[in-house]
């Protein structure tokens, strides 16, 4: 696997890699642990030609690149119909170089439409990402989800049915839910043929609705005891099951990881446009993070007036992209390399800490490659805490 | 106010009382009555100055004030007043303001009658032969019962209540009738001469920001003058009087002050050390014969480490100490070195609640994070050879073999409770080694002493009081001197290394029981690491308790895309303020309230 990264010399020029996210900020209605930057409301003429536009920008500033993903997220992406999901793959695919890219949209199951997925996949689709979260109903409701067990399980199998690729969320850990739902939620995703599963402990957000029914005393929140048990155990049921544990998160039928999510914890390059979105752009050995101006109405205003959507600029320190570098990179099973972490920096890290965390079974290093374990992984905020806070 | 003031008209009285008996706000209403103050300018306590005494709703400090009263007789008297402090840490401050005056307000809780401090206080009033007004105070609450309370004091103090006012400091009832009584039946200092060489009393010293060090004074003859050059006479130093004062309450200057009379100066002083109180304050070239017999200085009983979290703080730590040590001679410091903590200083207090108000002042007057250890007492330790070493602090403990016995002090205490806690508070003495030396029941209130060492009081035992006896019980303290003990040093090894800043001297007897709480509060207090830690007390190179802190399992962000990059490096910075109160011992990382809160026992 280490011979997936990529050494710096290739991050720049037209050689290097670059992923596009399109962030669409609208939902039907918002779920009640959602902390994502979203809005209730269906259609906005507005926001599409600021999203051709904002592109345009982006391509002056990364100079011609080549092209691996394209990624539709929200928000629901699937609110946008296929002519505008179409219209923003044609103009990137004007602007830059494509080199067989992933070209991924979320969507959610009660929206399911065969007419636009199929519209979809003429435009360029190659891969879904579906909101399943779970198979039980009286946990949707809970969760505040729009759709059934029986709409998701149809759902899925007409995406199976459309799309090369496609990946389904599970959501785990909300209040009564024993082990047995679980796995019965996995039996249905695997059985249907799932390629890629994202599996997601249920977290209570400031802001959202949970955190303020937890902040009432309505008490919804997880049981954090057997979070770690679950875990384990959607770990064995899908590598049993032939999948590779390649994130976190994330689990992936061999060639069916996501390309676009893996270009985040390499550390490449990413364009981020639509309300609220985050980019980097690497130049000049020099790595800027950009946001998007985050309300709807800011972001198409600042592109009309300016012929950009960027809010915010700024220049990683050395020690914030090497940081950057190390915690997006020990998530995946490939790791960082030492090297690429120097060249950041112009340090290595601390040694001693390094050796024992080696020791303790929580991180494998052989020559240039860094890697947490498996069960390093699971502990990975204290991990990257003692090597970076050492 | 250049006119000598008549002497017949002045009365100096301290108002003494149990802690939260209404002192400060009585002495509030007593300002406000004689128009010390605006409306606007009477903020709750306003004796009370420092941040800490009014959040805390403590005095810490005797104050002073000069107020001016029109009785009823047609005669203004002078009245000053002096609030001190209820709390066993400052009885000390009680004792010298009552020797600058002729007579006490001695105050009792008309709904919680005598409690333990108000017997310490009123003996001490009596013992400097004091005139004594007993208010019934608090006569406002529902729970106010003023005659049992009255017959309480006579049965247990044997004064006569006849006379007792009942006031409400909080809504203002009877406040002209604790005036007259203070202006009737209070004697005046006795009358001297103005002109006779002067000798003053020094009863206190502070410094203040703007004026610097102030000096607290009580003139028994002669008059101290603006300009005139004194003399301190055990100390020697001599001193150009800048200001001469009186508190109404605000400092107000004068130009002289006469006998009987209290009030302050400054002089080009340095540091509050320099000014000894209980000192006798003469002019330089005209001395008086016969000095005072002055008073010894508070001796500090109780010892703690004093740590920067940072080590590059330790001189901003050094220099924090200094300043509050200008204003507080009671408090010690010198510097020390811990393997575990780095740079510190070993620091002497009077009690347990003056070592947490002056880490509070230190931490929020100076900005600093701080690493407190465990308080001690100190322990004498005779030699083989026949020498003696003062022990403040358990790491510095020298090889056993060369000891010959460890002497501890030990303390009578005085509890006073409902009768129906007494169960509760004699396990808990029993406990702590306590020796029980008397017994008596008053008006279905009980007043035990004991005899403990110094030692087992020194921590958490007041706390312990508190909540055994739901709150009702009180306590007060004082010294009697050393007793030989089996005592030995427990180490305490986290992740199999001793942390010195843990190790203290137990009672053989209570090592193992000790020891097993210590790190089972330990197992508590320090967080989940990525491997398991054993913890472990041990005696000599025996371990006599052992607990482990499972590995942690599961700490790792579940979602982590684009946009989360950054929002995770800020989770770092977080980390990183968080990793500031931790200290890093080896691998292990110990939180730096824990090594007080492992010292907590419950004695169940
Ligand atoms: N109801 C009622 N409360 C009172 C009265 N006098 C004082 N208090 C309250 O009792 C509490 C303690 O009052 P303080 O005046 O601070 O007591 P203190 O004796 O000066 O306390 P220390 O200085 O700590 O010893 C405060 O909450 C006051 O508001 C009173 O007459 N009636
Ligand atoms: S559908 Fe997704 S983005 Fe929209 S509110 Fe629900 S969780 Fe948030
Ligand atoms: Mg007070």
């Not at chain 1, 002519?83 to 067989?100: M, N, P």
């Not at chain 2, 017959?151 to 909080?170: F, H, M, P, R």
Request: hydrophobic share 40%; glycine share 8%; aromatic share 8%.
């Amino acid at each position: 696997m280490s011979s997936q990264i990529i050494p710096n010399r290739i991050m720049e020029g037209a050689s290097a890699p670059l992923a596009i996210y399109i962030h669409w900020p609208y939902c039907a209605r918002i779920c009640p642990y959602c902390d994502f930057n979203v809005y209730k409301r269906k259609e906005d003429t507005a926001l599409l030609p600021a999203i051709l536009r904002d592109l345009e920008h982006w391509r002056e500033l990364t100079g011609s690149r080549t092209i691996t993903s394209i990624h539709f997220g929200g928000g629901t992406p699937s609110l946008m119909s296929p002519v505008q999901v179409g219209a923003i793959i044609d103009k990137v695919a004007d602007l830059w170089t494509f080199y067989a890219p992933e070209i991924a949209l979320e969507a959610n199951p009660h929206e399911m439409s065969a007419a636009d997925w199929r519209g979809y996949r003429d435009a360029g689709l190659t891969r879904m990402s579906l909101g399943i979260q779970t198979f039980h109903d009286p946990a949707l409701k809970f969760l505040g989800r729009d759709h059934d067990g029986t709409t998701a399980q149809s759902a899925l199998d007409l995406a199976l049915d459309i799309f090369p690729s496609v990946s389904a969320d599970i959501i785990f850990g909300w209040a009564g839910q024993t082990p047995r739902m679980l796995a019965d939620d996995l039996r249905r995703a695997l059985d249907a043929g799932t390629q890629h599963i994202s599996t997601y402990q249920l977290t209570i957000e400031d802001g959202t609705a949970f955190a303020k029914a937890e902040g009432r005393g309505q008490a919804r929140a997880v049981n954090t005891d057997l979070s770690a048990d679950l875990y384990d155990l959607v770990r064995d049921t899908l590598i049993d099951a032939g999948f590779e544990h390649y994130e976190v998160s994330n689990f992936a039928k061999p060639s069916h990881r996501s390309r676009h999510n893996l270009a985040y914890w390499q550390g490449l390059d990413y364009v981020g446009v639509g309300p609220g979105a985050h980019g980097r752009v690497t130049q000049n050995n020099k790595r800027t993070a950009t946001i998007a101006h985050l309300t709807p109405g800011a972001y198409a205003r600042a592109v009309t007036e300016t012929g950009a959507g960027i809010d915010s600029r700024e220049v990683l320190s050395a020690s914030d992209w090497a940081s950057e570098y190390l915690l997006m990179g020990l998530r995946i099973d490939e790791g960082i390399s030492l090297r690429r972490y120097h060249e950041i920096l112009g340090e290595d890290l601390n040694e001693i800490e390094l050796n024992a965390l080696v020791e303790d079974g929580l991180l494998t290093r052989a020559d240039d490659n860094l890697k947490a374990t498996s069960h390093g992984r699971l502990l990975l905020n204290a991990v990257t805490e003692r090597l970076l806070l050492a | 106010m250049s006119e000598p003031t008549d002497q017949s008209l002045i009365r100096n009285f301290s108002i003494v009382a149990h802690i939260d008996h209404g002192k400060s706000t009585l002495a509030d209403r007593l300002i406000s009555y004689c128009g010390g103050l605006s409306d606007r300018e009477m903020s709750e306590q306003v004796l009370d100055n420092m941040d800490i005494e009014k959040e805390r709703g403590i005095t810490i400090k005797a104050q002073t004030v000069r107020l001016e009263y029109p009785a009823k007789d047609g005669k203004t008297y002078i009245l000053n007043l002096m609030d001190t402090p209820g709390h066993v840490d400052f009885a000390y401050e009680v004792s010298r303001s009552l020797s600058a005056c002729e007579g006490s307000i001695l105050v009792v809780d008309a709904s919680q009658g005598v409690e333990a401090q108000t017997l310490a206080n009123v003996y001490q009033a009596i013992e400097h032969d004091h005139e004594i007004v007993t208010v019934l105070n608090k006569i406002d609450l529902p729970a106010a019962e003023p005659d049992r309370v009255k017959q309480q004091i006579e049965d247990v103090i044997g004064l006569d209540t006849s006379d007792a006012v009942e006031c409400s400091a909080k809504s203002g009832i009877g406040i002209p009738d604790v005036l007259e009584a203070i202006a009737l039946r209070l004697p005046p200092p006795s009358q001297q001469d103005p002109d006779a060489p002067l000798k003053a009393m020094l009863v206190d010293a502070w410094y203040d920001t703007y004026m610097g060090v102030v000096v607290l004074f009580r003139v028994i003859e002669g008059t101290i003058k603006k300009g005139m050059r004194i003399r301190t006479m055990n100390t020697g130093a001599s001193y150009t009087v800048d200001k001469v004062g009186t508190f109404l309450p605000k400092p107000t200057d004068v130009k002289s002050i006469g006998p009987g009379e209290i009030g302050f100066f400054t002089g080009s002083i340095k540091e509050v050390a320099d000014a000894a109180v209980g000192d006798t304050i003469t002019e330089d070239k005209r001395p008086t014969p016969v000095a005072l017999d002055g008073f010894k200085p508070a001796q500090p009983v109780v010892f703690c480490g004093i740590f920067p979290v940072d080590a590059a703080d330790f001189e901003d730590l050094r220099a924090a100490m200094g300043r509050l040590r200008l204003n507080d001679a009671s408090f010690s410091y010198e510097m020390e070195t811990s393997a575990a903590l780095g740079f510190g200083f070993r620091c002497g207090f009077l009690g347990l609640l003056h070592l947490e108000i002056i880490q509070e002042r230190l931490e929020r007057e100076f900005d600093l994070d701080l690493i407190t250890t465990a308080p001690s007492v100190v322990y004498t330790l005779a030699m083989r050879d026949g020498t003696e070493i003062q022990l403040h602090n358990p790491a510095d403990m020298p090889d056993v073999m060369q000891i010959d016995h460890i002497q501890e002090p030990w303390i009578k205490a005085t509890i006073m409770t409902p009768d129906d806690h007494l169960g509760g508070i004699l396990k808990l003495c029993q406990d702590r080694r306590g020796v029980q030396t008397t017994l008596n029941y008053i008006n279905g209130r009980a007043m035990v002493e004991y005899e403990l060492p110094l030692n087992e009081v020194v921590f958490d035992f007041y706390d312990r009081l508190k909540s055994v006896s739901k709150g009702y019980a009180s306590f007060d303290y004082q010294a009697i001197g050393l007793k030989e003990g089996d005592l030995v040093k427990m180490s305490i090894l986290v992740n199999g290394d001793p942390v010195d800043a843990l190790s203290m001297l137990v009672h053989r007897g209570n090592a193992e029981s000790r020891g097993r709480q210590m790190c089972e509060r330990l197992k508590d207090l320090i967080p989940r690491h990525l491997f398991k830690i054993p913890i472990q007390a041990a005696i000599g190179g025996k371990v006599i308790a052992r607990e482990t802190i499972a590995a942690m399992r599961k700490d790792v962000t579940a979602k982590c895309y684009g946009g989360d990059a950054s929002r995770k490096r800020k989770l770092l910075d977080k980390q990183k303020k968080g990793k500031k109160k931790m200290r890093q011992f080896g691998r292990v990382e110990i939180p730096q309230e824990a090594f007080i809160a492992a010292l907590k026992m419950d004695d169940s």
